[in-house]
């Protein structure tokens, strides 16, 4: 693995269907970062964490709940998805000594 | 919270120079980021800005005045390749980025 990695690409889901979206860095950044992205509303920051055990809200968090269990892997689950949940999915990650955010390639999520 | 404001879209002709301006209120002030993302792609960093002033690299360079609540990404000798949405992002006492809806940058010949 090189930087930072997202799963799957793309999916698919039904209204109702519990889905995890799955984000991997190689890098060992203590923090970890999800947004979502919709058309003339931004990056929006949905939840994130600071180091490995420890998590925290953002600006969209309803509807997501995410984990840390270590320090490359960053979860995020839609317990119960529902149509305003369409939108592509980006996890980042960024070191308490660097400054960037290094994002993974996306997820597009479809929910029907 | 914060407010962070940009023009929603830019065109420019290939050579040129272009500012697209950043304007924002926050409580607390850890930095200011620009990320470029191409259509389809994700974002990637172009530069950073925590002191007033300019810093430059290359074709890019970003200004900041922390006393305004004002930065700007200038982008000299435009290239078709430089046709993207340009993020302006700002760090807050939580050190946590907000982002801006983004500006859409067309180059055209």
């Known amino acids: 693995i090189a930087g930072i990695t997202q799963a799957p690409t793309s999916q698919i889901l039904a209204a109702g269907r519990r889905m995890t979206l799955r984000c991997t860095q190689d890098?060992?950044?203590?923090?970890m970062y999800w947004y979502r992205q919709d058309l003339g509303l931004g990056l929006r920051l949905i939840h994130y964490?600071?180091?490995?055990?420890?998590?925290g809200k953002g600006e969209v968090p309803d509807g997501y709940s995410v984990s840390r269990a270590n320090t490359d892997d960053f979860p995020l689950t839609l317990a119960s998805a529902v149509p305003s949940q369409t939108s592509v999915y980006f996890c980042?990650?960024?070191?308490?000594?660097?400054?960037?955010?290094?994002f993974g390639p996306g997820t597009r999520l479809t929910v029907l | 919270g914060q407010n962070i404001d940009q023009p929603t879209e830019m065109t420019a002709t290939e050579g040129a120079i272009v500012q697209i301006n950043c304007t924002y209120q926050?409580?607390?002030?850890?930095?200011l980021f620009w990320y470029q993302q191409h259509a389809g792609e994700a974002p990637t960093f172009l530069s950073y800005?925590?002191?007033?002033g300019l810093e430059e690299k290359g074709r890019f360079s970003s200004f900041l005045s922390r006393s305004k609540g004002y930065s700007y990404l200038l982008l000299k000798e435009l290239q078709m390749k430089d046709s993207a949405s340009y993020l302006c992002a700002v760090r807050d006492g939580s050190y946590i980025p907000t982002f801006g809806r983004g500006t859409s940058l067309i180059v055209h010949p």
């Open positions: 964490s600071n180091t490995a055990g420890t998590t």
């Open positions: 980042a990650s960024s070191d308490s000594d660097f400054n960037e955010q290094f």
């Open positions: 890098m060992r950044h203590n923090a």
């Open positions: 926050t409580s607390g002030f850890n930095g």
């Open positions: 800005n925590v002191l007033d």
